[in-house]
């Protein structure tokens, strides 16, 4: 990301979540609940990128996220960009990377497992040599990354 | 206890000698003064019945339901609530759900342990260990045999459950199943991945069976097909006969998880290599064991046992 583009809509201190594939923009703000956040948020979408044609990016100002909070993010986007911003700079610059566990973030598939008969949070391992897969701790269904159904806030 | 697949080599061993213990002598008072809970989500009598004798043969009193039309959660109770109040009351408690991963809830939120006796499609890890259980005493091993399963491999859990926990002894498996019904191909993934030899076959007849130490029957259920033209066509082929038997080997036996309907001919029930009711049986010596297990009494305590009745 070069430093031009990115003083057009500087913020002093934040996140800035870049290389979201644009369709992918509003389950990063679910996953986020960025609809609770009071600071200032900026969301680009549907813009120009060399390497996805399009994408989304947000900006989220006086708001730094947890390790935890952050890698659940790439159940739906593997391939993110994450900008942590103190006084106008990047301090750090990381990729997200895919938890072994998750916790209360996807929907299992099966209309027969307990979690989806009984108010209580889901969970999944990571599962599968290529780490494409996730399956669920409770009954044992196996669902593929990219069919993967959100919890809806 | 709530998935066989949890359990190592050495732990299945150790609850087959204590299932041998607890043939030799099934009658004790070893948990006088347990209360044991039979909660049945969804009735299943076979394996209520066996449970409920294994409890009361070891001293525990047993209280539950055999039917969830007495229960609150028809009034909209959850199943959290339900334990934690029984949980209450009773020292263990065993439970059947028709819903897939209701047990390893179950033993998440319960104070006391929790044995899982089947949720839906999911897991029955008591059969399993009474069908290991079975292998174990007609083969004398339970390492590298062939084994041979047949009918409905797709919805059939006894039949997933048992590679679960064979794949620590080295078995070749055998599926034979009509291709609407043919094992999963999650489940040949695994056997691949922990390398498990398998061969597929559509046919059954006495050729086939012949290489089988052990022949594991299932029924094949009209109600799992979306063509039932194709059960038409399929449904005598994997019943099992009398003169299919002529190549068996002499140590085969024949286990069936039960109930049968037709898929072995009666005339087969006297026949040698019939094990099937003796399995059964064998499910109460097991169910002993787990019990016991799950409420943390040993191996040696049971070994060393002063309450046996004579």
Redesign the interface.
Known sequence: MNKKQLLVAAIENGTVIDHIPAEKLFAVVNLLHLEQITSAVTIGYNLQSQELGTKSIIKIADKFFTDEELNQLAVVCPNLTLCIIRDYEIVEKRTVDLPNELFGIVKCT?P????N????RTHFHVHGPQRNALK???????ISLDGVQLIKP | MVTIADHSREKIEYLIQMAQEFEKHPNRRLLEGRIVATLFFEPSTRTRLSFETAANRLGARVIGFADPKVTSGTKGETLKDTIMMVSNYADIIVMRHFLEGAARYASEIAPVPIVNAGDGANQHPSQTMLDLYSIYKTQSRLDDLDIFLVGDLKYGRTVHSMLNAMYHFHPTFHFIAPEELAMPEMYKTFCRDHGIKYVEHTDFNADVISGADILYMTRVQRERFTDLMEYERVKDRYLLKLDMLSKARPNMKILHPLPRVNEIEYCIDENPHAYYFEQARNGLYARQALLCDALGISLEEVKNDKTIIP
Request: hydrophobic letters at 20%.
């Open positions: 099966n027969k497992c307990i979690t008969n009984e108010p209580m669920c701790h409770y009954c044992n269904t196996v």
